[in-house]
């Protein structure tokens, strides 16, 4: 519905940076999370457990808990997101061995180094998918005096981007407006110029990368070389963009299987082993 709305409905997005934006809205997405969640058990007040961007402020944390509380957890525990990304990527993150997860999402990538269950080195910047559409959309802007929405640029990665130049380009057929006429017109974007509209936000995502390996203790980083970074998120899908890691760090990188899922997924899994996990929670209440 983004960008499609008429003047009596409004869009939201309760989430933004992988943080609350709109208390209310998430209370409410919640309760509609949790209601769908439950079925026929609409009675019981489930426990909740939520995946938090490793850099979450205290007060953010808390306001998350308090919105799974209100729209009917009977607990809620807030773990943080690169340790359920692990999880769900099927990595034994309690071995006393050094593994890296970058996590690229739609608002942050979180790169962290875990070993025996806990994050030993991390970052987390504002840079993912949902930037890597505004610059589709302000390279087309620029490039083709062409106005474009959040919605297509989405498309437009999705269909033919790439984090690395190609030989064999793809092309897409965009359907926008023209910024001079203000009529609807389509124009043609190639791979490679959805690469280079992209290159200075995936830049920000591999300093990110970098100054995490340089942070991390040596026999850490030795583990690391030898396992590869393993990527999660939608974002991680974006064509090449392991090989991108590879090239500027020199450490293999490898998407990881259901990479859309496999924040959700480890989050299913340590919500079912709470003993196990209890270790890795950060709150709890
Ligand atoms: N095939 C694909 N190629 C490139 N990007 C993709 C692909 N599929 C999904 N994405 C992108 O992945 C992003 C969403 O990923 P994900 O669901 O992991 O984010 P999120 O967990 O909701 O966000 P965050 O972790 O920041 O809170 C979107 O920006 C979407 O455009
Ligand atoms: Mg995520």
């Given amino acids: 519905m983004v960008g499609r709305t ?4 409004v869009a939201y997005r309760p989430m933004r940076d992988g943080v609350i934006a709109d208390y209310r809205i998430t209370e409410a997405m919640l309760r509609y999370f949790i209601s769908k969640a439950m079925g026929r058990f609409q009675f019981f007040k489930p426990e909740v457990m ?6 979450v402020t205290s007060t953010e944390r808390r306001s998350v808990v308090e919105a799974a509380i209100k729209a009917g957890a009977r607990a809620a525990y807030v773990v943080k997101e690169p340790i359920l990304a692990a999880i769900g990527a099927g990595i034994p993150i309690y071995e006393p061995a050094g593994h890296m997860v970058i996590d690229i999402g739609g608002g942050t990538t ?12 991390s970052t987390s910047v504002k840079v993912a998918g949902n930037k890597i559409d505004q610059s589709i959309a302000d390279y087309i802007k620029k490039h083709l ?10 498309e437009i990665k999705i269909a033919i981007g790439s984090a690395i130049p190609v030989e064999e380009e793809m092309t897409y057929e965009i359907k926008g407006r023209d910024f001079l006429t203000g009529l609807p017109r389509t124009a043609e974007v190639t791979t490679n110029e959805v690469v280079e509209a992209v290159s200075d936000k995936l830049q920000e995502m591999v300093r990110a990368v970098k100054s ?17 970074i393993v990527m999660t998120g939608g974002g991680s899908l ?24 496999c924040v959700a997924k480890g989050t299913g899994v340590a919500l079912e082993h709470l003993d196990v996990y209890k270790r890795s929670i950060v709150a709890k209440r």
């Fill in 6 to 9: 008429p003047e009596n409905i």
């Fill in 238 to 261: 974006l064509r090449n963009i392991d090989e991108l890691i590879f090239r500027s760090t020199g450490v293999p990188a490898y998407i990881a299987e259901d990479a859309l899922l």
């Fill in 110 to 121: 979180d790169v962290a180094v875990i070993s025996l269950g806990g994050i030993v080195a």
């Fill in 212 to 228: 995490v390996l340089q942070e991390t203790p040596p026999e850490l980083a030795a583990d690391i070389i030898d396992k590869g």
């Fill in 145 to 154: 005096n062409l106005a474009i929405g959040d919605r297509t640029a989405e």
């Fill in 50 to 55: 939520i995946s938090v961007p490793a850099g």
